[in-house]
């Protein structure tokens, strides 16, 4: 059963990212600030969750929440200033798009950067524990997968429309056939022998 609230009484927001450990694509973040009272049977942890109960989830907490909003880092950004960092951006994004203020941000897992004074707690495995924190990684989730069915019907040789970016056996047997996209994270590993500097438009 999750939590509704970490501190009761306060605006809090759930914050969560998808698609850190991809090899291509951007890391979208999600912040979700929903109502006292929200609740919906399904709703957990998006990894817990089939992709057709995040279809179904999605618009619910897009229709119910008192705020929210998605951002991505693209692959370039992160090359840049890291994963973990491009995370932490993605969520101060996201928190800064909210159109209400929240008194407390509720970050899944156990690094987070302080945003504008706001007051934060890191909760390892949160989005399997607080309510916000679950509705931010169905939203970050959705929206990548989205995403990256987009960039499939672009590329259709790495099967993103299944994978969605991960590094399946079969998208690194892609990358060595057909080299890398400029949607593959060069800073990155990909599979033995690849040249990093080879990329597809």
Known sequence: MLERYYQKGKIEAGCDEAGRGCLAGPVFAAAVILPPDFEHELLNDSKQLTEAQRDELRPIIEE???????????????????????????????????????????????????????????????????????????????????????????????????????????????IASHGPTRYHRKSFRWVAGVDNARFLE
Not at 71 to 92: F, W
């Open 64 to 174: 119910q929440a008192i705020a929210w909003h998605v951002a991505k880092v693209t692959p370039n950004k992160i090359d840049k200033i890291n994963i973990l960092n491009a995370s932490i951006l993605g969520m101060h994004m996201a928190v800064k798009k909210l159109k209400v203020q929240p008194e407390t941000l509720l970050i899944d897992g156990n690094r987070f950067k302080p945003f504008r004074g706001i007051p934060h707690f890191c909760i390892i495995k949160g989005d399997g524990k607080y309510m916000s924190i679950a509705a931010a990684s169905v939203l970050a989730k959705t929206h990548r997968d989205e995403y990256m069915q987009k960039l499939h019907r672009k590329h259709p040789q790495y099967c993103w429309d299944t994978n969605k970016g991960y590094p399946t056996l079969a998208h690194r047997a892609s």
